[in-house]
């Protein structure tokens, strides 16, 4: 079990450009979450995976974020046309669950991938 | 809408101290709620996640307990050490509790003097 692991840790971009986060889950995990979190604040909530469907987008996931799960395993998280207010750290998390949520399950999050943007 | 509060907001303690951290919530009709643990600069590591039905859990040196009546979860460190120095924070379901995302308070900083 080598953990949530998230590629690139620390990302400097030019306002305009386009960035792609990815993160890679505990093997056996089949739930997969992305959030966002700046200076002195909790992670917000972004987007959910349970194997490749995304079953919950925030509304804080504007039309200039996208998020994919292709084949249920590894996720990316797309930025285009970057802004400042994106610069945040990208949290991603995993989890196995079965049935539905309200069970509730421990949540285990990469270190994270830290956007610049200038 | 589902709010989570967490007090205090920075926290200093001596070696050795027995400590208290609050979070409320404001919706009760939540069915989970977890702490975690975050060192700056990384990612979040989980401490306790308690269930609804559950009243308290314990691991190590820590103790978190849930009263979902009044709205509120403490997290309790017996003998702090320099190494729990660190940013604890709860999360709970939203209010409706069927989605698989957490609302998070903005965290505690706890600083533990040697």
């Known amino acids: 079990d080598t953990g949530v692991s998230q590629d690139p840790r620390h990302k400097i971009t030019k306002r305009g450009q386009n960035v792609t986060f990815r993160c890679d889950p505990i093997?056996?995990?089949?739930?997969l979450y992305w959030y966002r979190q700046t200076l002195g604040q909790g992670p917000e909530f972004l987007t959910y995976?349970?194997?490749?469907?995304?079953?919950?987008k925030s509304r804080l996931l504007s039309d200039r974020f996208s998020a994919e799960r292709p084949k249920g395993s590894f996720s990316t998280l797309e930025i285009q046309r970057t802004e400042q207010g994106d610069s945040a750290m990208y949290l991603c998390?995993?989890?196995f669950g079965t049935g539905d949520f309200n069970s509730g399950n421990t949540i285990y999050f990469g270190e994270g991938s830290w956007l610049t943007v200038v | 809408k589902q709010e989570v509060t967490q007090i205090p907001a920075a926290l200093s303690v001596p070696e050795g101290e027995n400590l208290v951290l609050n979070c409320s919530f404001t919706?009760?009709?939540?069915?989970?709620l977890q702490w975690f643990r975050q060192d700056p600069g990384k990612g979040l590591t989980s401490l306790l996640l308690?269930?609804?039905?559950?009243r308290e859990q314990t691991s190590g040196r820590l103790n978190a307990s849930l009263d979902k009546s009044s709205g509120r979860s403490t997290l309790y460190i017996a003998a702090s050490q320099p190494g729990d120095s660190a940013t604890y924070l709860c999360a709970v379901p939203p209010s409706g509790g069927s989605q698989g995302n957490l609302i998070f308070g903005k965290g505690t900083k706890l600083s533990v003097k040697p």
């Open positions: 308690i269930q609804s039905s559950q």
């Open positions: 998390a995993s989890s």
């Open positions: 995976f349970q194997n490749e469907a995304q079953l919950e």
């Open positions: 919706d009760s009709a939540i069915y989970n």
């Open positions: 093997s056996e995990h089949n739930r």
